[in-house]
T-cell receptor, first 115, second 112 residues
Framework: GENVEQHPSTLSVQEGDSAVIKCTYS??????FPWYKQELGKRPQLIID?????GEKKDQRIAVTLNKTAKHFSLHITETQPEDSAVYFC??????????????FGQGTELSVKP | KAGVTQTPRYLIKTRGQQVTLSCSPISGHRSVSWYQQTPGQGLQFLFE???????NKGNFPGRFSGRQFSNSRSEMNVSTLELGDSALYLC???????????FGPGTRLLVL
């Protein structure tokens, strides 16, 4: 069935260290993979996304890698800062979007960056 | 552009009642998706509307329904509320033909 598994569920790092969150998806037809950051009491905010025709994408301290063969993708945050502390969600698209595709989300990773 | 807005922000209802939540998408966005967020189940897809048509639906009972108006604003309705319906209900809008979804602040529903 449609499923996205996300690990770890919690992650604690020291300020300045790197953080890596991994997701695995089940639908081989998935072609869009966004990552959202949700701070306590706030809406999920898109931080980076990647499409299936790209293997890696970077935006300043954030990068995402995609391995379509293995059906997994990862979020990498370098030089972490206390303001990076939040819950991070990965997601994968299910079905072609112009036919009502939807996003299936992972269970979330609570990242804590200690000063 | 103004972001996605949702009303009301908070609701308290009792079991058996029904509730209607509203979502106004970003100007120009024609797709609206709804999600339920709970601590135990995470973010779960409810349904997606485009040009007043429901294009996809998640695995929720028929008590959950929605609609979209010609101005792309969307409403979702939950009838015969149960305690387990307590959750944060998020809507997200997207431009036609793109998967990038932008979330609203959510409506927090508490069922007593």
């Amino acid at each position: 069935g449609e499923n996205v598994e996300q690990h770890p569920s919690t992650l604690s790092v020291q300020e300045g260290d790197s953080a890596v969150i991994k997701c695995t998806y089940s639908d081989s037809a998935s072609n869009y993979f966004p990552w959202y950051k949700q701070e306590l009491g706030k809406r999920p905010q898109l931080i980076i996304d990647i499409r299936s025709n790209v293997g890696e994408k970077k935006d300043q301290r954030i990068a995402v890698t995609l391995n379509k063969t293995a059906k997994h993708f990862s979020l990498h945050i370098t030089e972490t800062q206390p303001e990076d502390s939040a819950v991070y969600f990965c997601a994968a698209s299910i079905g072609p979007y112009n036919q009502g595709g939807k996003l299936i989300f992972g269970q979330g990773t609570e990242l804590s960056v200690k000063p | 552009k103004a972001g996605v807005t949702q009303t009301p922000r908070y609701l308290i209802k009792t079991r058996g009642q029904q509730v209607t939540l509203s979502c106004s998408p970003i100007s120009g966005h024609r797709s609206v998706s709804w999600y339920q967020q709970t601590p135990g189940q995470g973010l779960q897809f409810l349904f997606e509307y485009f040009s007043e048509t429901q294009r996809n639906k998640g695995n929720f009972p028929g008590r959950f329904s929605g609609r979209q108006f010609s101005n792309s604003r969307s409403e979702m309705n939950v009838s015969t509320l149960e305690l387990g319906d307590s959750a944060l209900y998020l809507c997200a809008s997207s431009p036609r033909g793109e998967e990038t979804q932008y979330f609203g602040p959510g409506t927090r529903l508490l069922v007593l």
